[in-house]
């Protein structure tokens, strides 16, 4: 099972960026699949979460702001992010439980990098 995380960069204050992360393999299911950051010097952080019946939850930093979804048939998992701001400023993984022929666990992607200035 691998996890491929995309869509990080550079944007300015108030920008938009969309990050995809996809999994692959042999795969039975996907059930949670979620969002985090880490910012230099600070813990990993839960940003979004979202169930396999498409419950969410945000962290209160990012609620209003970002979107979590998932496209099941593509094994995929979207964070839409608006209105960024300095402090999004982050590596952002991706990690989903997924069951596989390997049985079940929580898996990671590799980061991709948000970088928020002007």
């Known amino acids: 099972v691998q996890l491929q995380a995309s869509g990080g960069g550079l944007v300015q204050p108030g920008g938009s960026l969309r990050l995809s992360c996809a999994t692959s393999g042999s795969i039975f299911s996907i059930n949670a699949m979620g969002w985090y950051r880490q910012a230099p010097g600070k813990q990993r952080e839960l940003v979004a979460h979202?169930?396999?019946?498409?419950?969410?939850a945000y962290a209160d930093s990012v609620k209003g702001r970002f979107t979590i979804s998932r496209a099941n048939a593509k094994n995929t998992v979207y964070l839409q992010m608006n209105s960024l701001k300095p402090e999004d400023t982050a590596v952002y993984y991706c990690?989903?439980?997924?069951?596989?022929?390997?049985?079940?666990?929580?898996?990671w992607g590799q980061g991709t990098q948000v970088t928020v200035s002007s």
């Open positions: 979202i169930t396999s019946s498409g419950g969410t």
């Open positions: 990690k989903n439980y997924v069951c596989s022929g390997y049985g079940c666990g929580d898996y």
